[in-house]
């Protein structure tokens, strides 16, 4: 086809025709080197990303309240006081100047930085989600290593564990008397308390499960599940919810007496809901909700806590207990009445001294260091931070008095207060406490891998006693996460 041409063009507009059409091709290279420019500028501009607590913060669903952590100790003694703790002139110098008492507070304080946050994300199979989330196999390894245990610590858990296991009963109790018929030698050391099974397989069973054994898993996942067995079928159902202080047998419908039922009950309550918490174990729901229902319904509702019978005004011995099976209870995803927590904490006000750094037995009496390092934890769980100027203060006391060489009961607490802190506080307080348990724990005879009863609350309960809360003692690093690290996460 021929190519058509305007019948009026001529040289002149030709000439300008060209000068338009460069200007505007000229027009389009500079739109065109300009939008290059704006959007390598924009390609240059850095985005960050979320940082870690933002991210996790998706991940956590962390409740409105703080609640107490979940660890607990048993106080036997049924004179109904407590025994007087070593003072600081009675421990050897090594344990007593651990801390110098006018050290400043501020060295005691911890900054949680995202370094920390990172090393345990790091973990395998680390669940942040769960107060018990470090009982893994793999994962304990990792934070053995990171809070300072070893493997000689963990040997002695093996062979406590190994000790306990083989006192089991038939039925799948324990019994602080812990004697079996192959039992002659004299120096056996079992504890007075015969009758109080559910207390002393709750105790034994949180020894287990703090090592990561349960009914589902572990070397001793079939002994687990035994004494499992016997909590439910010990379980009495009442108006209150599920009563587990020791009414079974023939005498099924008789409250036990002395001082220890209400002991045995949290006991027992604390290893069902742990054991329901890390397995989810429908057949363990509605005893372990029944039991913590039982517990909110027997407390002091004028002053706060609990004691040896329900609804009297509570010690800080029984009450410590109860608060760590609340927590528990909670960690599990069971109901918790909130004013079971608000009663803990008037309790835990009128206890209190110094401002709320030490704490006594009883309303009214003086502080005590096991009393203190129950109070502390239960403050802990119950929302005091780390920089909340009664805990460092407490923190400075307990590090001055140091790890007992013979009060099992006292350095469980505090091992756990000290290693929620962490620092430089709960790296010399490991360093003895740790040698110390493994130096002293049998190393041969027929009571190899169990302790000898030293604490002067553990009469009643004797050598199991004493083998079970030095057991968890040394399952510290894993048993219950840092408690700040993992709140600092969520945050």
Same mark, same amino acid.
């Given at each position: 086809?021929?190519?058509?041409?305007?019948?009026?063009?001529?040289?002149? #507009?030709?000439?300008?025709?060209?000068?338009?059409?460069?200007?505007?091709?000229?027009?389009?290279?500079?739109? %065109?080197?300009?939008?290059?420019?704006?959007?390598?500028?924009?390609?240059?501009?850095?985005?960050?990303?979320?940082?870690?607590? &933002?991210?996790?913060?998706?991940?956590?669903?962390?409740?409105?309240?703080?609640? &107490?952590? @979940?660890?607990?100790?048993?106080?036997?003694? %049924?004179?109904?006081?407590?025994?007087?703790?070593? /003072?600081?002139?009675?421990?050897?110098?090594?344990?007593?100047?651990?801390?110098?008492?006018?050290?400043?507070?501020?060295? *005691?304080?911890?900054?949680?930085?995202?370094?920390?946050?990172?090393?345990?994300?790091?973990?395998?199979?680390?669940?942040?989600?769960?107060?018990?989330?470090?009982?893994?196999?793999?994962? +304990?390894?990792?934070?053995?290593?990171?809070?300072?245990?070893?493997?000689?610590? &963990?040997?002695?858990? +093996?062979?406590?564990?190994?000790?306990?296991?083989?006192?089991?009963?038939?039925?799948?109790?324990?019994?602080?008397?812990?004697?079996?018929?192959?039992d002659k030698h004299a120096d056996h050391q079992a504890g007075t308390l015969a009758n109080c099974t559910t207390g002393a397989t709750g105790l034994a069973l949180m020894a287990f499960l703090g090592a990561g054994d349960t009914q589902d898993q572990g070397e001793h996942k079939d002994r687990v599940e035994k004494a499992l067995e016997f909590l439910v079928n010990s379980a009495v159902k009442v108006p209150e919810g599920y009563?587990?202080?020791?009414?079974?047998?023939?005498?099924?419908?008789?409250?036990?007496?002395?001082?220890?039922?209400?002991?045995?009950?949290?006991?027992?309550?604390?290893?069902?809901?742990?054991?329901?918490?890390? @397995?989810?174990?429908?057949?363990?729901?509605?005893?372990?909700?029944?039991?913590?229902?039982?517990? *909110?319904?027997?407390?002091n509702r004028d002053q706060g806590g609990w004691r040896y019978r329900p609804e009297e005004v509570g010690d800080l011995s029984v009450t410590g207990w109860m608060i760590m099976a609340l927590q528990s209870g909670k960690t599990a995803g069971l109901r918790v009445n909130k004013f079971a927590f608000s009663t803990s904490t008037q309790f835990l006000d009128a206890t209190q001294s110094a401002e709320g750094a030490k704490y006594?037995? =009883?309303?009214?009496?003086?502080?005590?260091?096991? /009393?203190? #390092?129950?109070?502390?934890?239960?403050?802990?769980?119950?929302?005091? &931070?780390?920089?909340?100027?009664?805990?460092?203060?407490?923190?400075?006391?307990?590090?001055? =008095?140091?790890?007992?060489?013979?009060?099992?009961? *006292?350095?469980?607490?505090?091992?756990?207060?000290?290693?929620?802190?962490?620092?430089?506080?709960?790296?010399?307080?490991? %360093?003895?406490?740790?040698?110390?348990?493994?130096?002293?724990?049998?190393?041969?005879?027929?009571?190899?891998?169990?302790?000898?009863? @030293?604490?002067?609350?553990? +009469?009643?309960?004797?050598?199991?006693?004493?083998?079970?809360? #030095? @057991?968890? /003692?040394?399952?510290?690093?894993?048993?219950?996460?840092? %408690?700040?690290?993992? +709140?600092?996460?969520?945050?």
């Amino acid at each position: 086809m021929s190519r058509i041409v305007p019948s009026n063009s001529n040289p002149s #507009s030709s000439r300008w025709q060209r000068l338009i059409d460069r200007s505007a091709l000229g027009a389009v290279a500079v739109s %065109l080197f300009l939008h290059a420019m704006l959007i390598l500028v924009l390609a240059l501009i850095i985005v960050h990303p979320p940082d870690v607590a &933002e991210v996790l913060y998706l991940i956590i669903q962390q409740d409105v309240e703080e609640v &107490e952590d @979940t660890e607990t100790e048993i106080d036997l003694d %049924l004179t109904g006081d407590m025994v007087d703790e070593p /003072t600081q002139d009675m421990l050897p110098t090594n344990l007593s100047s651990l801390v110098e008492p006018d050290q400043e507070l501020e060295q *005691f304080s911890v900054e949680l930085t995202e370094l920390d946050s990172l090393k345990l994300l790091e973990i395998p199979n680390l669940d942040i989600k769960s107060d018990f989330g470090g009982r893994d196999s793999g994962t +304990r390894e990792k934070l053995l290593e990171m809070f300072g245990g070893n493997m000689n610590s &963990e040997l002695a858990v +093996r062979n406590g564990l190994k000790w306990l296991a083989e006192r089991q009963r038939s039925d799948g109790s324990w019994s602080f008397d812990h004697r079996r018929k192959s039992d002659k030698h004299a120096d056996h050391q079992a504890g007075t308390l015969a009758n109080c099974t559910t207390g002393a397989t709750g105790l034994a069973l949180m020894a287990f499960l703090g090592a990561g054994d349960t009914q589902d898993q572990g070397e001793h996942k079939d002994r687990v599940e035994k004494a499992l067995e016997f909590l439910v079928n010990s379980a009495v159902k009442v108006p209150e919810g599920y009563d587990l202080r020791g009414r079974n047998g023939p005498e099924k419908d008789k409250i036990p007496g002395g001082n220890y039922p209400m002991y045995a009950h949290s006991l027992a309550t604390i290893a069902l809901c742990e054991a329901y918490a890390m @397995t989810k174990d429908r057949r363990l729901r509605t005893v372990a909700q029944g039991a913590i229902d039982f517990i *909110f319904k027997t407390r002091n509702r004028d002053q706060g806590g609990w004691r040896y019978r329900p609804e009297e005004v509570g010690d800080l011995s029984v009450t410590g207990w109860m608060i760590m099976a609340l927590q528990s209870g909670k960690t599990a995803g069971l109901r918790v009445n909130k004013f079971a927590f608000s009663t803990s904490t008037q309790f835990l006000d009128a206890t209190q001294s110094a401002e709320g750094a030490k704490y006594a037995y =009883v309303a009214g009496q003086g502080p005590k260091p096991s /009393t203190t #390092s129950i109070g502390l934890l239960c403050r802990m769980y119950l929302g005091w &931070e780390t920089n909340h100027k009664a805990i460092q203060s407490g923190v400075v006391y307990l590090s001055s =008095v140091g790890p007992s060489p013979n009060n099992i009961y *006292f350095n469980y607490y505090a091992t756990q207060v000290m290693h929620h802190v962490g620092g430089a506080s709960w790296s010399k307080w490991n %360093l003895v406490m740790r040698d110390s348990l493994i130096a002293s724990q049998v190393k041969s005879g027929p009571e190899k891998g169990s302790w000898n009863a @030293t604490d002067p609350h553990g +009469r009643t309960g004797g050598r199991l006693y004493q083998t079970c809360l #030095s @057991t968890m /003692t040394l399952e510290v690093y894993y048993r219950h996460l840092p %408690l700040y690290q993992m +709140r600092s996460l969520g945050k």
